[in-house]
């Protein structure tokens, strides 16, 4: 049974950084590509970045050259560090493969203050 469990939220001031933990067990962590997402209240959820099994990442264009996604396959482990953090960020952030094969989480909540 695949699980997904997303750590590091909480509240910060605008400029201010968090680090995302996704901790991923019953899958085959190293071949997937792995993505977070986030969803803000009354919004649809959306993809935030995207990591390859190799390494290779892309971006959704609000948080380019704010955040970066990375990867430990040793530990199966996914992180998102967010640095220049703005209100706009506030969300759930979820983690999941890129193509969301798999049951949400609880996510971790992110909550940027002015």
């Known amino acids: 049974q695949v699980r997904l469990v997303e750590s590091g939220g909480g509240s910060v001031q605008a400029g201010g950084s968090l680090r995302l933990s996704c901790l991923a067990s019953?899958?085959?962590?190293?071949?997937?590509?792995m993505a977070w997402y986030r969803q803000a209240p009354g919004k649809w959820r959306e993809l935030v970045a995207g990591?390859?099994?190799?390494?290779?990442?892309k971006y959704d264009d609000s948080v380019k050259g704010r955040f970066t996604i990375s990867r430990d396959n040793a530990m199966n482990t996914m992180y998102l560090q967010m640095n220049s953090l703005k209100p706009e960020d506030t969300a759930v952030y979820y983690c999941?493969?890129?193509?969301?094969?798999?049951?949400w989480g609880q996510g971790t909540q992110v909550t940027v203050s002015s």
């Open positions: 990591i390859s099994g190799g390494g290779s990442t």
């Open positions: 999941n493969t890129w193509s969301e094969a798999y049951p």
């Open positions: 019953g899958l085959f962590f190293g071949i997937n590509s």
